[in-house]
């Protein structure tokens, strides 16, 4: 199936006719509106400077015991120099060590406290050497248990922990027997250790944390869990108990530390290659349950519950979401719309356009029922050219409050300074989804930009990544 490449719709007719082409409603700025992208945004009594958001993204190089290293203060040097005022998470930081998702990510424990300190302090350093103001920049940490997708101790090895047995899932993850399973206690203790965590995160300096609730791990899970008996599975209610004894949990040993929440708004049943490779979705008898926001079948969206816990977070006073899709582990092409495939996933059954305009849709649509709280929205990167346009018309509009750049800020941390300031974007640099930086992780590398940031180019694994894919 041949997609155009974003690269070759030069003018706003081009970009305008591709999309009436795909069937797609993606609105833009033919002039970009620097003044709206530039316009602050209130919270919780802080502003935060501008309308661009750097979405976390782990970089599987950590050292093993979970501190800090050089190649992750790069990473989160680069977020402070993005020009972004709102960085969301930096990175998914495992709340302990069996729910790491893979054996290199952070763990925040006392241990690793003045780690996660300083990482916070050069990142806000290296944003005041270029920009006249810090106290604008609102910095949270992404606190997770990878749940059914950990793998603490080696890459290779799959050590998942579920919420409840899904019947495509656990297929796929050689699960069997009731071992993997979350007891209602375990689940309680790690409640503990999150509000533990969250602690940890207030004394590290973080204005926030994020109680992760996308991607198919535990907190996601948890969502789904319909047919889990006991406290956290059945009713909307015990399915969001994890979230609501987190909470209370944070409010009372952290006061003053804010909360937010990164949901998976929606959903769809997991892909696999098919013909050619190209990706289709596992057969189901009957319906789906098991995709939050899906309309039943597995195959199409309905945001009921999504809106249901979009005002339960109001009514816990959580103001700050930042909103996804899916799952990078069985449906990649809703969560990270890309146009070649990471080695272990299938060519793209849609044009990623598509995938786009379904993430920045659906949050518009949450948008326009919850004006209240402050939407991030996700799935940008693929837009390439054409990302500063889209987001120009999403902003101003109030489609979302703020813009979240998740691969374009590894291959161009600066493109928001570079919007910001009406210059030409460098076109060298932008982000074509190559996607080397999931490949690389998936075979036991460090993630990374290898095509485009000359660093990663330089180093061993680019060779090696080379020889993989060209084997493949
Ligand atoms: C290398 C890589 C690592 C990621 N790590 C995380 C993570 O730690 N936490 C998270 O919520 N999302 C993570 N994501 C997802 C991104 O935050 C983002 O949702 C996704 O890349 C789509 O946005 P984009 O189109 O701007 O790249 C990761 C994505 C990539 C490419
Ligand atoms: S490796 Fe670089 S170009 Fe490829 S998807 Fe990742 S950030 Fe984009």
Known sequence: MAYKRVAQLRTADDFREYNAALGIDLPFDEAVDVSALAQPISVYGWEIG???????????????DGHVTDLVKRRWQHFGQSGAKLIWGGEAVAVRHDGRANPNQLVIREETLDDLRELRAL?????????????????????????????????????????????ILDRRLGI???????TDEALYELIQDFIKAAVLAQAAGFDFVDVKHCHGYLGHELLTAVDRPGDFGGSFENRTRFLRLITAGIRQHAPGLHIGVRLSAFDLLPYKPGEDRIGVPEAVNGGYPYAFGGDGSGA???????????????ALDIRLVC??????????????????????????????????????????QLKRDFPHLVLVGTGYSYLQDWL?????????????????LGRMVLSYPELPADVLAGVPLQRKRICR??????????????SGCYPLDPFYKARDEYHQLSELKHDA
Request: charged residues 20%; proline residues 10%; negative net charge.
């Open 388 to 404: 500063p346009n889209v987001a120009s018309y999403a902003v101003r509009t109030g489609m979302v409050d703020s813009v979240g």
């Open 300 to 314: 199409g969206i309905d945001l009921t519950e999504t809106k249901a816990f979009l005002r339960l977070l109001e």
């Open 50 to 64: 501008n309308r661009f958001c750097i979405l976390p993204m782990e970089g599987w190089d950590a050292a093993p």
């Open 323 to 364: 909103l996804t899709a899916g799952s990078p582990y069985y449906n990649p092409h809703i969560q990270r719309p890309a146009l070649f495939p990471p080695s272990d996933g299938y060519q793209p059954p849609e044009d990623p356009l598509v995938g786009v305009a379904r993430q920045i849709n659906a949050a518009a």
């Open 433 to 446: 989804t190559f996607s080397d930086c999931t490949t690389a992780p998936r075979n036991g590398m460090v």
């Open 176 to 182: 069997q027997g009731d071992d993997n399973l979350f």
């Open 123 to 167: 990142l806000v350093s290296e944003h005041a050497a270029r920009y006249t103001r810090t106290d604008d920049l609102l910095i949270g940490l992404q606190l997770t248990h990878s749940g059914r997708f950990s793998r603490p101790n080696e890459k290779k090895k799959p050590e998942p922990r579920i919420a409840y047995h899904h019947p």
